[in-house]
Protein backbone atom coordinates (compact mmCIF):
# COMPACT_ATOMS: atom_id res chain seq x y z
CA UNK A 1 0.00 0.00 0.00
CA UNK A 2 1.54 3.20 -1.00
CA UNK A 3 1.51 6.21 0.95
CA UNK A 4 -0.94 8.50 1.29
CA UNK A 5 -2.12 11.92 2.11
CA UNK A 6 -4.81 11.71 4.32
CA UNK A 7 -5.43 15.87 4.69
CA UNK A 8 -6.34 15.35 1.05
CA UNK A 9 -10.19 16.35 0.25
CA UNK A 10 -12.06 15.47 -2.98
CA UNK A 11 -14.43 13.28 -4.03
CA UNK A 12 -13.12 9.81 -6.27
CA UNK A 13 -15.19 8.90 -8.43
CA UNK A 14 -15.20 5.24 -10.27
CA UNK A 15 -12.31 5.60 -12.62
CA UNK A 16 -11.81 9.16 -12.33
CA UNK A 17 -10.43 11.50 -9.55
CA UNK A 18 -12.43 14.67 -9.33
CA UNK A 19 -9.63 16.70 -6.44
CA UNK A 20 -7.15 15.27 -4.26
CA UNK A 21 -5.31 12.32 -4.41
CA UNK A 22 -6.46 9.76 -7.39
CA UNK A 23 -8.22 6.24 -6.27
CA UNK A 24 -7.43 2.90 -8.37
CA UNK A 25 -10.49 1.06 -9.37
CA UNK A 26 -11.39 -2.06 -7.24
CA UNK A 27 -9.99 -4.73 -9.30
CA UNK A 28 -6.53 -2.81 -8.99
CA UNK A 29 -6.16 -2.03 -5.08
CA UNK A 30 -4.42 0.44 -3.16
CA UNK A 31 -3.34 -1.75 -0.85
CA UNK A 32 -2.94 -5.74 -0.10
CA UNK A 33 -4.82 -7.46 2.50
CA UNK A 34 -2.68 -9.78 4.82
CA UNK A 35 -2.96 -13.22 4.79
CA UNK A 36 -3.93 -13.38 8.62
CA UNK A 37 -5.26 -10.58 10.39
CA UNK A 38 -5.84 -10.66 14.40
CA UNK A 39 -9.73 -10.11 15.57
CA UNK A 40 -10.28 -7.29 18.28
CA UNK A 41 -6.59 -7.69 18.67
CA UNK A 42 -6.22 -10.96 19.59
CA UNK A 43 -9.50 -11.87 21.43
CA UNK A 44 -8.64 -15.15 22.31
CA UNK A 45 -6.03 -14.31 23.83
CA UNK A 46 -5.98 -10.84 25.40
CA UNK A 47 -9.38 -8.85 25.98
CA UNK A 48 -10.79 -7.87 22.74
CA UNK A 49 -10.26 -4.16 21.96
CA UNK A 50 -7.72 -2.69 24.44
CA UNK A 51 -4.39 -1.86 23.74
CA UNK A 52 -2.39 -5.45 25.54
CA UNK A 53 -4.51 -7.13 22.61
CA UNK A 54 -2.76 -5.10 20.21
CA UNK A 55 0.67 -5.61 21.57
CA UNK A 56 -0.32 -9.26 21.87
CA UNK A 57 -1.32 -9.63 18.09
CA UNK A 58 1.61 -7.63 17.27
CA UNK A 59 3.83 -9.82 19.10
CA UNK A 60 2.61 -12.51 17.30
CA UNK A 61 3.86 -11.29 14.23
CA UNK A 62 0.61 -9.64 12.99
CA UNK A 63 1.01 -6.59 10.76
CA UNK A 64 -2.66 -5.52 10.67
CA UNK A 65 -5.61 -5.61 13.60
CA UNK A 66 -8.96 -5.03 13.71
CA UNK A 67 -10.58 -3.51 16.23
CA UNK A 68 -14.34 -2.38 16.96
CA UNK A 69 -14.66 2.06 17.60
CA UNK A 70 -17.74 3.71 18.74
CA UNK A 71 -18.35 6.63 20.33
CA UNK A 72 -18.54 7.54 23.92
CA UNK A 73 -21.35 9.26 26.00
CA UNK A 74 -19.74 12.76 25.04
CA UNK A 75 -18.84 11.63 21.54
CA UNK A 76 -15.14 10.07 22.21
CA UNK A 77 -14.53 7.25 19.79
CA UNK A 78 -13.48 4.11 22.24
CA UNK A 79 -12.65 0.73 21.33
CA UNK A 80 -15.88 -1.45 22.31
CA UNK A 81 -18.05 -3.72 21.11
CA UNK A 82 -21.17 -3.85 23.00
CA UNK A 83 -24.33 -1.37 23.37
CA UNK A 84 -24.09 -2.27 26.95
CA UNK A 85 -21.01 -2.49 29.15
CA UNK A 86 -22.37 -5.33 31.18
CA UNK A 87 -20.23 -8.26 29.46
CA UNK A 88 -16.68 -6.60 30.10
CA UNK A 89 -17.50 -4.52 32.77
CA UNK A 90 -19.89 -5.82 35.07
CA UNK A 91 -21.52 -2.20 34.58
CA UNK A 92 -25.14 -2.27 33.57
CA UNK A 93 -25.49 0.66 31.04
CA UNK A 94 -24.71 1.77 27.81
CA UNK A 95 -22.03 2.95 26.08
CA UNK A 96 -24.28 6.21 24.41
CA UNK A 97 -24.65 7.06 28.19
CA UNK A 98 -21.45 7.03 29.61
CA UNK A 99 -18.69 9.88 28.99
CA UNK A 100 -15.15 9.24 28.26
CA UNK A 101 -13.78 10.24 31.47
CA UNK A 102 -16.34 7.93 33.11
CA UNK A 103 -15.02 5.05 30.84
CA UNK A 104 -11.39 5.11 31.29
CA UNK A 105 -11.68 4.23 35.01
CA UNK A 106 -13.51 0.97 34.28
CA UNK A 107 -11.98 -2.13 34.07
CA UNK A 108 -11.72 -4.20 30.74
CA UNK A 109 -9.47 -6.75 31.23
CA UNK A 110 -10.67 -8.67 34.54
CA UNK A 111 -13.47 -10.53 32.83
CA UNK A 112 -11.38 -12.32 30.45
CA UNK A 113 -8.56 -13.53 32.96
CA UNK A 114 -6.75 -12.24 36.10
CA UNK A 115 -3.61 -11.46 34.74
CA UNK A 116 -5.10 -8.77 32.64
CA UNK A 117 -6.72 -6.71 35.75
CA UNK A 118 -6.60 -3.20 35.37
CA UNK A 119 -6.46 -2.38 31.47
CA UNK A 120 -8.46 0.11 30.64
CA UNK A 121 -11.15 0.99 27.64
CA UNK A 122 -8.57 2.66 25.20
CA UNK A 123 -9.67 5.57 23.00
CA UNK A 124 -9.32 5.66 18.82
CA UNK A 125 -6.59 8.00 19.70
CA UNK A 126 -4.43 5.90 22.17
CA UNK A 127 -4.91 3.28 19.99
CA UNK A 128 -3.59 4.67 16.65
CA UNK A 129 -0.84 6.34 18.39
CA UNK A 130 0.04 2.10 20.13
CA UNK A 131 -0.32 1.11 16.42
CA UNK A 132 2.42 3.63 14.68
CA UNK A 133 4.55 2.51 17.97
CA UNK A 134 4.21 -1.19 16.77
CA UNK A 135 4.40 -1.04 13.09
CA UNK A 136 0.76 -2.48 12.45
CA UNK A 137 -1.96 -1.13 10.60
CA UNK A 138 -5.36 -0.55 11.86
CA UNK A 139 -8.76 -2.24 10.64
CA UNK A 140 -11.04 0.34 12.02
CA UNK A 141 -14.53 -1.50 12.43
CA UNK A 142 -17.30 1.22 12.56
CA UNK A 143 -19.48 -0.19 15.25
CA UNK A 144 -22.04 2.50 15.95
CA UNK A 145 -24.43 2.51 18.30
CA UNK A 146 -27.92 2.77 17.98
CA UNK A 147 -28.66 5.69 15.59
CA UNK A 148 -24.90 7.12 15.77
CA UNK A 149 -23.94 5.93 12.07
CA UNK A 150 -23.38 9.34 11.17
CA UNK A 151 -21.66 10.74 14.59
CA UNK A 152 -19.26 7.99 15.16
CA UNK A 153 -17.68 7.93 10.89
CA UNK A 154 -17.26 11.77 11.50
CA UNK A 155 -15.49 11.19 14.65
CA UNK A 156 -13.35 8.27 13.55
CA UNK A 157 -12.42 9.99 10.24
CA UNK A 158 -11.60 13.63 11.94
CA UNK A 159 -9.15 11.25 14.62
CA UNK A 160 -7.62 9.69 11.61
CA UNK A 161 -6.74 12.35 9.97
CA UNK A 162 -5.17 14.08 13.24
CA UNK A 163 -3.79 11.29 14.87
CA UNK A 164 -2.11 9.18 12.31
CA UNK A 165 1.12 10.42 10.11
CA UNK A 166 0.31 11.41 7.00
CA UNK A 167 3.91 9.92 5.52
CA UNK A 168 2.12 6.45 6.43
CA UNK A 169 0.00 3.69 4.92
CA UNK A 170 -3.18 4.88 6.11
CA UNK A 171 -5.77 2.67 8.23
CA UNK A 172 -8.42 0.88 6.50
CA UNK A 173 -12.32 1.68 7.40
CA UNK A 174 -14.67 -1.80 7.56
CA UNK A 175 -18.46 -1.29 8.80
CA UNK A 176 -21.75 -3.03 7.92
CA UNK A 177 -23.31 0.62 8.29
CA UNK A 178 -23.30 1.75 4.85
CA UNK A 179 -23.97 5.53 5.99
CA UNK A 180 -20.67 5.60 7.89
CA UNK A 181 -18.84 4.12 4.94
CA UNK A 182 -20.68 7.29 2.58
CA UNK A 183 -19.26 9.39 5.34
CA UNK A 184 -15.85 8.47 5.24
CA UNK A 185 -15.37 7.85 1.74
CA UNK A 186 -16.82 11.71 1.40
CA UNK A 187 -14.25 13.41 4.47
CA UNK A 188 -11.33 10.93 4.23
CA UNK A 189 -11.42 9.73 0.52
CA UNK A 190 -7.89 8.22 0.13
CA UNK A 191 -8.60 5.45 3.53
CA UNK A 192 -9.50 2.48 2.03
CA UNK A 193 -13.13 0.83 3.07
CA UNK A 194 -14.04 -2.01 3.40
CA UNK A 195 -18.01 -3.31 3.38
CA UNK A 196 -19.02 -6.09 5.73
CA UNK A 197 -21.80 -8.21 5.60
CA UNK A 198 -22.93 -11.48 7.29
CA UNK A 199 -23.67 -13.06 4.00
CA UNK A 200 -23.59 -11.67 0.34
CA UNK A 201 -26.36 -9.08 0.24
CA UNK A 202 -28.07 -9.24 -3.62
CA UNK A 203 -27.27 -5.63 -4.10
CA UNK A 204 -23.19 -5.91 -2.86
CA UNK A 205 -21.46 -4.59 -6.19
CA UNK A 206 -23.38 -1.35 -6.59
CA UNK A 207 -23.34 -1.35 -2.99
CA UNK A 208 -19.40 -1.88 -3.03
CA UNK A 209 -19.00 0.47 -6.35
CA UNK A 210 -21.25 3.52 -4.77
CA UNK A 211 -18.83 3.21 -1.49
CA UNK A 212 -15.83 2.88 -3.49
CA UNK A 213 -14.92 -0.03 -1.61
CA UNK A 214 -11.51 -1.82 -2.02
CA UNK A 215 -12.57 -5.29 -0.26
CA UNK A 216 -15.69 -7.23 0.95
CA UNK A 217 -15.34 -8.77 4.36
CA UNK A 218 -18.12 -11.40 5.08
CA UNK A 219 -18.64 -14.16 7.68
CA UNK A 220 -16.15 -17.25 6.69
CA UNK A 221 -18.91 -20.18 8.32
CA UNK A 222 -20.94 -19.92 5.61
CA UNK A 223 -18.89 -18.54 2.75
CA UNK A 224 -18.79 -20.69 -0.57
CA UNK A 225 -16.17 -21.02 -3.24
CA UNK A 226 -18.67 -19.52 -5.83
CA UNK A 227 -19.55 -16.65 -3.98
CA UNK A 228 -15.68 -16.03 -3.51
CA UNK A 229 -15.20 -16.47 -7.02
CA UNK A 230 -17.55 -14.23 -7.91
CA UNK A 231 -16.28 -11.33 -5.34
CA UNK A 232 -12.68 -11.72 -6.79
CA UNK A 233 -14.03 -11.52 -10.58
CA UNK A 234 -15.44 -8.52 -10.37
CA UNK A 235 -11.57 -6.95 -8.46
CA UNK A 236 -11.94 -6.51 -5.10
CA UNK A 237 -10.57 -8.22 -2.16
CA UNK A 238 -12.05 -10.74 -0.04
CA UNK A 239 -11.27 -11.06 4.16
CA UNK A 240 -13.30 -13.80 5.93
CA UNK A 241 -14.42 -13.51 9.98
CA UNK A 242 -14.71 -14.93 12.58
CA UNK A 243 -12.20 -17.79 11.62
CA UNK A 244 -10.54 -19.48 14.71
CA UNK A 245 -10.38 -23.28 12.93
CA UNK A 246 -7.49 -24.09 10.61
CA UNK A 247 -8.77 -26.53 8.35
CA UNK A 248 -11.60 -24.12 7.82
CA UNK A 249 -8.92 -21.28 7.46
CA UNK A 250 -7.54 -23.12 4.48
CA UNK A 251 -10.50 -24.14 2.63
CA UNK A 252 -11.33 -20.34 2.53
CA UNK A 253 -7.85 -19.37 1.20
CA UNK A 254 -8.53 -22.29 -1.16
CA UNK A 255 -11.20 -20.59 -2.49
CA UNK A 256 -9.53 -17.34 -3.08
CA UNK A 257 -10.40 -15.46 0.10
CA UNK A 258 -7.33 -13.22 0.81
CA UNK A 259 -7.77 -12.67 4.05
CA UNK A 260 -8.55 -14.64 7.08
CA UNK A 261 -9.36 -12.11 10.41
CA UNK A 262 -9.05 -14.78 13.60
CA UNK A 263 -9.40 -14.31 17.29
CA UNK A 264 -6.10 -16.71 17.29
CA UNK A 265 -3.71 -15.12 14.94
CA UNK A 266 -0.83 -17.55 16.15
CA UNK A 267 -2.97 -20.65 15.33
CA UNK A 268 -4.09 -19.44 11.92
CA UNK A 269 -0.87 -17.89 10.64
CA UNK A 270 1.30 -21.10 11.73
CA UNK A 271 -1.70 -23.68 9.77
CA UNK A 272 -1.37 -21.56 6.35
CA UNK A 273 2.22 -21.12 6.48
Not at 69 to 93: A, C, E, Q, Y
Request: charged residues 25%; contains cysteine; glycine residues 8%.
Amino acid sequence: MPDIDLHASGRVERGRATAGPEIPEPDRPAFALPRVMGHRGAAAVAPENTLVGLRTAAAMGMTWVEFDVMLSGDGVPVLFHDDNLKRITGRKVAMAKTPFAELAQLEAGAWFAPGFIGEPIPSLEQALALAVELGITPNIEIKPTPRRDAATAVAVAETVVRCWPGDRPGPMISSFSRQALTIVRDRVPALPRGLIAWRLPRDWEAAAAALECVSLHLRGLRLRAKTAAKIKRAGYQLAAFTVNDPKKARRLIGFGVDCIITDRPDVIAAALG
